[in-house]
């Protein structure tokens, strides 16, 4: 096996791992599972470990070169409205191969799936060229994005209650497997070329204003449909007894993504050879390794996608809805907080993140320390979920409060900190929120007979939320301690100043001895 191919797979396996022991201990302890439901989920976990091992080591080779490159020649440009052009087609493109937007579509029957699709990806080729304009103009993130949530919460006040879950939830989804990697290394490949003290800042905040477009745009979208239903089709577990019944289940559900994950990639292999014919930007071995990564990444994202969405989703559902029927439902809190803390670490997209801060920042925001600060932003998230889930609370009283502190931070930490937060929100809510802890909220609203438009959708927003606090935070925490460590050098450059005074000092004395 590929060493490289290996070691991926590894971090996979320890990021999946103590998920997947909750599930079993819970189906143990408090609710008991079918012999053949647990099959489903097994196996659905270990395609989601190779999946998804597999799937990063195809970004690696083929979505973060491509994405580099595309942000090096755009640096090169010098007319503006060709970036512009080539900023919103790249936004577009790669949101309409992203497979959760497709999955949201679905949940809006008021509303024909081509056109919430084109609008969320117009939404994101918009601000993604506004992004690019703000690297290469050096305009403050931090102002930018004050202004576009302020414009955002004061639309959401006029829009329908019921939609409004929906349209906060489509910021999330948009920023997935497929979409990270690319615009991530677009942000680097932008900064790469002006090489001054605030590149590498800079090179973060694409996936933020990437993530406030869609939002934005569904919400513009929603005032003129006005749709005042929407409903979700909650995932069911399959009746399987035998291995050979597990094996059919997986088999029969395996060609749709097959052709979903396939649609996704045409356009950006279509991107890329187009960009290699107009630049000749990589030799002949590069082109053969980004062509080998964009196999890897499509065997890893069929496999991530049939193992998430029919091992783990439907026992995701039938947990949360046996658990909320149970007397003890307010355990759904804790349980949801500690699913939500490991969860995030099996997004595959915030691996790709983590890895990225970690090598801008020259290892000073070490990966384990971002996974440690997402887990614990998810983890508040997704009991504040439970909370609302059992509780009726509108997502207004959380989201808007928690934007607002955001922001605030946003002003005190350093500027490269509300990059990484921002982005770090539209990344954690990638395949894994949608496709178990979503149907995990819903299966307790079911339960306990609240409404699911309005009480267990928002869990893409909230878990987007709480990771712009955390890691703000974090950066505070950073802050401190940069301060603290310069603290005695500078008391010993002040001891040093002192002793050539008393050495100067001591010279002129002898001088001046009769």
């Known amino acids: 096996m590929n060493p490289k191919l290996k070691e991926k797979i590894y971090e996979s396996l320890s990021a999946v791992l103590p998920i997947t022991g909750i599930v079993l201990l819970i189906s ?10 647990m099959v489903m989920f097994i196996t659905g976990a270990l395609m989601l470990v190779v999946g998804m091992g597999v799937f990063q080591l195809g970004a690696e080779m083929a979505m973060t070169p491509l994405g580099e490159g595309i942000g090096v020649q755009i640096s090169k440009t010098r007319n503006f409205i060709l970036i512009c052009l080539i900023g919103f087609s790249m936004g577009a493109i790669i949101t309409i191969s992203e497979p959760d937007l497709q999955v949201l579509a679905q949940q809006v029957p008021s509303i024909p799936n081509y056109v919430l699709i084109l609008t969320v990806a117009v939404g994101v080729g918009i601000f993604l060229a506004m992004a690019i304009c703000r690297i290469l103009f050096q305009i403050n ?28 939830d489509s910021g999330g989804v948009t920023t997935g497997p497929m979409t990270v990697p690319f615009i991530m290394a677009m942000g680097v490949g932008l900064a790469s070329v002006r090489g001054d003290r605030n590149a590498s800042s800079d090179s973060f ?9 869609p939002v934005l745009a569904v919400l513009i979208l929603g005032s003129f449909y006005n749709p005042t239903q929407a409903s979700y089709s909650s995932s069911s577990v399959a009746n399987v007894v035998t ?34 014919l107009l630049s000749r930007r990589y030799q002949q071995r590069q082109v053969k390794r980004v062509l080998v990564g964009f196999g890897y990444t499509y065997i890893g994202l069929v496999l991530f996608l049939c193992g998430v969405n029919v091992g783990f989703a439907p026992v995701g559902s039938s947990l949360g809805k046996d658990i909320a029927a149970a007397d003890w439902r307010w355990l759904l809190i804790p349980i949801g907080m500690l699913i939500g803390y490991y969860i995030v670490k099996a997004e595959p997209a915030i691996q790709v993140l983590n890895h990225q801060v970690e090598d801008v920042t020259n290892g000073a925001v070490s ?12 983890s508040v998230s997704v009991g504040l979920t439970m909370l609302r889930v059992l509780t009726g609370l509108p997502i207004y009283w959380i989201v808007i409060p928690g934007y607002i502190i955001a922001l605030i931070l946003s002003r005190l930490v350093p500027k490269m900190f509300v990059g990484i937060a921002f982005d770090s929100g539209g990344v954690a809510s ?17 339960a306990v007979g609240g409404n699911v438009m309005t009480d267990a959708f928002g869990v893409v927003a909230l878990v987007a939320l709480t990771p712009l606090i955390a890691v703000q935070i974090m950066g505070i925490v950073y802050q401190y301690k940069m301060r603290a460590a310069a603290q005695p050098a500078l008391q010993g450059a002040v001891s040093l100043d002192a002793m050539d005074e008393i050495f100067e000092f001591e010279e002129d004395d002898e001088y001046d001895e009769p």
């Open 28 to 37: 143990i302890l408090l609710v008991p599972v079918e012999i053949g439901t």
């Open 430 to 446: 990638g395949p894994m929120t949608t496709t178990f802890l979503l149907p995990l909220c819903i299966g307790a609203c079911d």
């Open 367 to 378: 990966a384990k320390e971002m996974n440690r600060c997402l887990s614990i932003g998810v």
């Open 205 to 213: 905040g694409l996936v933020a204003l990437s993530s406030v477009g």
């Open 243 to 276: 291995t050979r019944d597990v094996v059919w289940e997986f088999m029969t559900s395996t060609p749709p993504y097959i052709k979903e994950v396939l649609i996704s990639l045409v356009p950006v292999a279509a991107v890329f050879a187009i960009f290699q």
């Open 141 to 168: 993130l931090s102002t930018i994005l004050i202004v576009l949530y302020i414009i955002l919460i004061g639309m959401s006040l006029f829009i329908e209650k019921d939609f409004l879950a929906v349209a906060f």
